[in-house]
């Protein structure tokens, strides 16, 4: 029987030989297989509205093959960078993210992938150069980056700006081997992806609602996955002379409360006004950062708008009113 089902084998195999063979002698179908493919990962995601940021590479891990080119693509506001360190593995500590370090924002390396050197991407973001991505210095924004990568290894990669949060694979297969995933899959995996990450930011922030009261506004939250880019709740109303706490109860994302006229950076990184007594006009509490509050005392009757404004570009911004 076995004998029977080899011949019977071996017989297709030479029909699909005679077949194939005058095919593939023509060359430029085989030629057409072993070129090099493109390969796009999405970077960052965002709900429509902008309330909620997603901080992830989608795929985080991708499998090409040497001569293959990976271009991200930025999907959010939030800024965000590709970086392979030297030596290309995962990180043991990573630098904090520093705004003032133009290594980290703009863009280093060429367009050819090698484990001796770093690479970054400069900050990818989709909002155009001269538009608003927070105070950062001028340098250009970047909505897409391309590597391509010559030889076979585990390559590893993060976001500057959201650390460990924020980490990525690319698994470089010697050149011909066969993908396991398709393009249409990656898709697939980072849509699925984004829909959780969507339930997560509405999970988030109705707790946060839940939570808050006219005296205890909550700066965002964030679950290492998902930051909510709002104060909840946006409209505090209080009576004259009663505190309002800002806090900022996630592990990742620094906000500000600032009143009146935005300083520029770097004063806008320090505390300046009297929270102790505001009546209206400038206050601003500085970076306050994870577990970080702000209190302030309203002393005067009146409707008072403010921002963080790290994120004011996303629509981060709230009101309190004030009554006698
Ligand atoms: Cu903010």
């Given at each position: 029987m076995r004998l029977t089902s080899a011949r019977v084998l071996v017989a297709v195999l030479?029909?699909?030989?005679?077949?194939?063979g005058p095919l593939t002698a023509l060359g430029p179908a085989q030629a057409a297989a072993a070129a090099p493919v493109g390969w796009t990962v999405q970077v960052g995601s965002q709900a429509s509205d902008e309330a909620f940021q997603g901080m992830r590479f989608l795929p985080g891990d991708v499998t090409i093959d040497a001569g293959d080119t990976v271009r991200w693509v930025a999907?959010?506001?939030?800024?965000?960078?590709?970086?392979?360190?030297?030596?290309?593995?995962?990180?043991?500590?990573?630098?904090?993210?520093?705004?003032?370090d133009m290594t980290q924002l703009t863009r280093q390396g060429g367009s050819v992938y090698d484990p001796k050197t770093g690479f970054n991407?400069?900050?990818?973001?989709?909002?155009?150069?001269?538009?608003?991505?927070?105070?950062?210095?001028?340098?250009?924004?970047?909505?897409?980056?391309?590597?391509?990568?010559?030889?076979?290894?585990?390559?590893?990669?993060?976001?500057?700006?959201?650390?460990?949060?924020?980490?990525?694979?690319?698994?470089?297969?010697?050149?011909?081997?066969?993908?396991?995933?398709?393009?249409?899959?990656?898709?697939?995996?980072?849509?699925?992806?984004?829909?959780?990450?969507?339930?997560?930011?509405?999970h988030l922030r109705h707790d946060l609602v839940r939570r808050s009261t006219a005296h205890r506004v909550f700066m965002g939250d964030d679950n290492g996955a998902v930051a909510v880019m709002r104060f909840v709740r946006r409209t505090a109303v209080v009576h004259r002379g009663e505190r309002v706490v800002f806090r900022n109860p996630g592990e990742g994302a620094p906000h500000t409360v600032t009143f009146g006229r935005e300083p520029p950076p770097p004063g806008l990184f320090s505390p300046s006004g009297t929270p102790g007594r505001y009546s209206g006009g400038q206050l601003n509490s500085g970076i306050i950062g994870p577990h970080g509050s702000f209190t302030v005392r309203f002393t005067k009757v009146g409707t008072f708008h403010y921002v963080c404004a790290l994120h004011d570009?996303?629509?981060?911004?709230?009101?309190v009113v004030v009554k006698r």
């Open positions: 030479a029909l699909v030989a005679a077949v194939v999907r959010s506001t939030e800024i965000h960078t590709v970086t392979f360190f030297p030596g290309g593995g995962p990180q043991a500590t990573l630098p904090d993210f520093n705004p003032a991407s400069g900050l990818m973001t989709t909002v155009p150069t001269k538009g608003d991505a927070g105070p950062l210095p001028p340098v250009p924004h970047v909505q897409s980056y391309s590597l391509t990568f010559p030889a076979a290894g585990t390559f590893t990669y993060y976001c500057l700006v959201h650390g460990k949060m924020m980490v990525g694979v690319v698994h470089v297969q010697p050149a011909g081997t066969a993908y396991p995933y398709t393009q249409a899959d990656y898709n697939d995996q980072a849509r699925i992806a984004r829909a959780g990450m969507a339930a997560m930011g509405k570009n996303m629509g981060m911004r709230g009101t």
